[in-house]
């Protein structure tokens, strides 16, 4: 069986100059008060304050130790540091091991022996590369993806916009019929689940395998969340202006991560290093045909939106407007961290019912009542799925109840799909509308972005000037500021003189 000591040091393997102390600590806790599921309180206080069996500090483990029990335990740790409440038992429920169940479904995955990943993981010696990642800009990724694929493919293109003078390029792969969509989510949007589908091949092999080891001792040693939840898989799909159809299946989201999602690492640390030896992407993506060929691959996926708010007239913001709400991404998300994007963002997964879910309309308002309207329970990162429907009226928050109670207050449609060549990943943009201003009156100070972002800017829809400065920011990830730039164009169509943005032409690959 698993002890505590275990799971502690993979998860605080790089700070051993304070490793044995705290593992003495930790080993002789799990003897005497078993298994993790039975902490009580104020031991788990204990270990989260950094102090050995006599209260004596443990020095700098203290950070490593609430990082731990936050991410293997997926405990809320300022939670944990509140006193209990008056009648409240002693013990917690049982925790989760999220990270544990990723690294045994990678022994089973690789074909190891149970246990292997996690010696693998805590053996690996991976620095920190998180800055060095940040200052390499959307332009570099663009530049560097144009010259690898340079097989062309009959009406596909790389997405790119010119904003007046000022031209930005994209990541995402994209054709004339998949722009424009105008597809109203709720009637447009009909994807079909095929639990029968193929699945994509696995390559197994030891490039794989090693960098898949090394991305998990990079989570090991940070606060990523990680867990083996169910994603979609892209089959097929068919898009035009006012319908979108296709074919989706269930894969793992562990699988895609420890696949897929590695190439985005190799690419950026490709370009730092300035060794544009992309031997991984050659293994999963080499050529425009390979992006394309969406039942051959693991294609996984997101829906995100850009989130228009009606706000009435302000005698110091001025005439009535729609707010805009950009997020910067947390550096502890696993997908775009420390990036510009929209918000909502979310990938486009199932929480209980697969055939429903599928929807890219369901997704989207998931999302909303997650990173917006503070509905933690819909998280599907950190919370075990009790609930039978999480978006049922009667569990809806109250923003989110108020503008599903009437036709006419909430829009939403998917403006564009895409293909992300950075890890392959299909996108669904698409614009949120809130068209009653009365909403910003009630509860424009309910909104809060959720631990997934580090910052919220909100822009006013007509200033103009701001618009085009926003586009050419290098921060933006690509998904992001394609479902900007498709949200802002169509707002513009939609929104009257609540509407002010610069002249957006598409530019000659992205046509």
């Known amino acids: 069986m698993r002890t505590f000591r275990t799971v502690l040091e993979q998860r605080i393997w790089e700070r051993r100059q304070t490793l044995e102390e705290f593992a003495e600590y930790a080993e002789t806790f799990a003897r005497e008060h078993g298994e993790p599921g039975t902490l009580g309180v104020r031991h788990l206080q204990r270990l989260i304050a950094g102090r050995g069996p006599k209260g004596q500090p443990l020095g700098p483990v203290r950070p490593a130790t609430a990082r731990l029990l936050e991410s293997i335990f997926e405990l809320r740790v300022d939670e944990l540091l509140a006193p209990p409440a008056v009648g409240a038992g002693a013990d917690v429920p049982v925790l989760r091991e999220g990270f544990a169940a990723v690294l045994e479904w990678f022994d089973e995955y690789a074909g190891w022996k149970r246990g292997t990943a996690g010696r693998r993981v805590h053996g690996s010696v991976v620095g920190d590369r998180s800055a060095g990642r940040r200052k390499i800009g959307r332009e570099q990724l663009a530049g560097l993806l144009a010259e690898y694929y340079s097989d062309s493919v009959q009406g596909c293109g790389m997405y790119g916009i010119r904003c007046g003078e000022k031209e930005v390029a994209t990541t995402i792969v994209t054709r004339p019929g998949w722009l424009d969509l105008a597809c109203v989510l709720g009637e447009g ?55 979108i159809t296709g074919t989706v299946t269930e894969a793992s989201f562990v699988e895609y991560a420890l696949t897929m999602d590695l190439l985005e690492r190799e690419l950026v640390d490709a370009i730092a290093a300035r060794e544009p030896a992309l031997l991984l992407r050659g293994r999963y993506l080499p050529n425009l045909a390979s992006v394309l060929d969406l039942s051959g691959r693991l294609c996984a996926g997101g829906v995100l939106a850009l989130c228009a708010i009606a706000r009435p007239a302000d005698r110091y913001r001025g005439p009535a407007d729609y707010a805009l709400l950009v997020q910067k991404r947390s550096e502890t998300v696993l997908n775009a961290a420390g990036r510009l994007a929209v918000i909502p963002k979310g990938f486009h997964q199932p929480m209980n019912d697969v055939r429903a879910d599928a929807q890219i309309g369901v997704t989207l308002l998931r999302e909303l009542e997650e990173e917006l309207f503070g509905r933690g329970e819909v998280d599907i990162t950190a919370t075990t799925r009790r609930i039978a429907a999480p978006m049922h009226p009667g569990r809806t928050s109250e923003p989110m109840r108020w503008l599903l109670e009437q036709p ?104």
Not at 190 to 198: K, N, R, S, V, W
Not at 210 to 221: M, T
């Open 189 to 243: 949007d009909q994807l079909t689940y095929a639990p029968d589908a193929p699945p994509p091949p696995r390559r197994m092999d030891d490039l794989g395998l090693n960098a898949a080891v090394r991305r998990l001792a990079e989570v090991a040693g940070s606060g990523v969340r990680m867990s083996d939840v169910p994603l979609y898989r892209l089959v097929d799909i068919e898009a035009r202006t006012g319908k």
């Open 408 to 511: 006419g207050r909430l829009r939403m449609e998917c403006t564009g799909f895409g293909l992300n060549l950075v890890s392959g990943n299909y996108e669904f943009a698409s614009l949120i509308v809130i068209e009653d201003d009365e909403f910003w009156a009630r509860y424009g100070g309910h909104i809060e972005a959720n631990w997934e972002s580090t910052g919220l800017r909100v822009y006013s829809s007509l200033d103009r000037e701001l618009h085009g400065e926003l586009i050419s920011e290098e921060s933006w990830s690509n998904e992001g500021l394609f479902a900007f730039c498709e949200g802002l164009r169509r707002l513009a169509q939609l929104g009257g003189d609540r509407v002010n943005v610069p002249s957006m032409e598409l530019t000659a690959s992205g046509r």
